[in-house]
């Protein structure tokens, strides 16, 4: 099992211009999500998915839209970028059923800058 | 909301044993996460409390107390390695699932 994979692992973008960052992850697992991860601070959720077809907002997640249209994907797609938008970027994914002890498994990142 | 609070910064020396702990103020509390962090990488699960009491997993354990909102990590016979960022973060259940909420980490520095 590769786990949860991300592209690119860097990218330098212009203001204003747009990009899609993938995710894929190969365990089965019915919940995905994006965070962002600012220099010195937590993990901030963008969007996450319970299930193919299901997507819902998290805590920051102007300027951002997703999609899951399989089991195994989640691209998020920046339209606008701005400054603000640089940041790390992370991709998780769980298998989650009610009552039972969860793990949310990391990709490696993507590291964004915008100028 | 959803606030937590933990230290932002501990320093213990190798072999001793290290507490950082974790208070929350969340609305639909279903259990506590604690993930590691090492410079420049992903997080990983470190330990889940979804109970009041203690996990234990090998030199990590976790304490959780609901009634409290608090919860804390217990490192032992610590070692360099262990040298990285630990956060806690609250499960929280959704009107559609449920999602994680992380704190802003604490940093700890195994020294010599």
């Known amino acids: 099992n590769a786990g949860v994979t991300q592209t690119p692992k860097f990218r330098i973008l212009k203001i204003g211009q747009s990009m899609t960052l993938q995710c894929t992850q190969d365990?089965?697992?019915?919940?995905m999500y994006w965070y962002r991860q600012d220099p010195g601070m937590g993990l901030k959720l963008i969007y996450y998915?319970?299930?193919?077809?299901?997507?819902d907002k998290g805590e920051v997640p102007n300027g951002y839209n997703v999609s899951r249209s399989t089991t195994e994907d989640f691209p998020l797609r920046l339209e606008l970028a701005a400054p603000s938008q640089t940041s790390v970027y992370f991709c998780a994914s769980s298998y989650s059923q009610p009552g039972q002890r969860e793990t949310q498994y990391f990709g490696p990142g993507t590291r964004l800058l915008v100028l | 909301g959803q606030s937590l609070e933990q230290p932002s910064e501990v320093t213990a020396v190798e072999g001793a044993i290290v507490q950082i702990n974790c208070t929350y103020q969340?609305?639909?509390?279903?259990?506590l996460s604690w993930y590691q962090q090492h410079d420049g990488g992903a997080p990983t699960f470190l330990s889940y409390n979804a109970l009041d009491g203690l996990e234990e997993t090998g030199r990590f354990s976790s304490f959780l107390s609901r009634s409290d909102s608090y919860g804390y990590l217990l490192l032992q016979e610590l070692q360099m390695k262990d040298s990285a960022s630990y956060f806690c973060?609250?499960?929280?259940?959704?009107?559609?699932?449920?999602?994680?909420?992380f704190g802003t980490g604490t940093q700890l520095k195994v020294e010599l």
């Open positions: 998915s319970v299930g193919a077809g299901i997507t």
């Open positions: 969340t609305s639909g509390f279903y259990g």
């Open positions: 365990m089965n697992h019915n919940y």
């Open positions: 973060a609250t499960r929280v259940l959704t009107g559609g699932g449920n999602k994680l909420t």
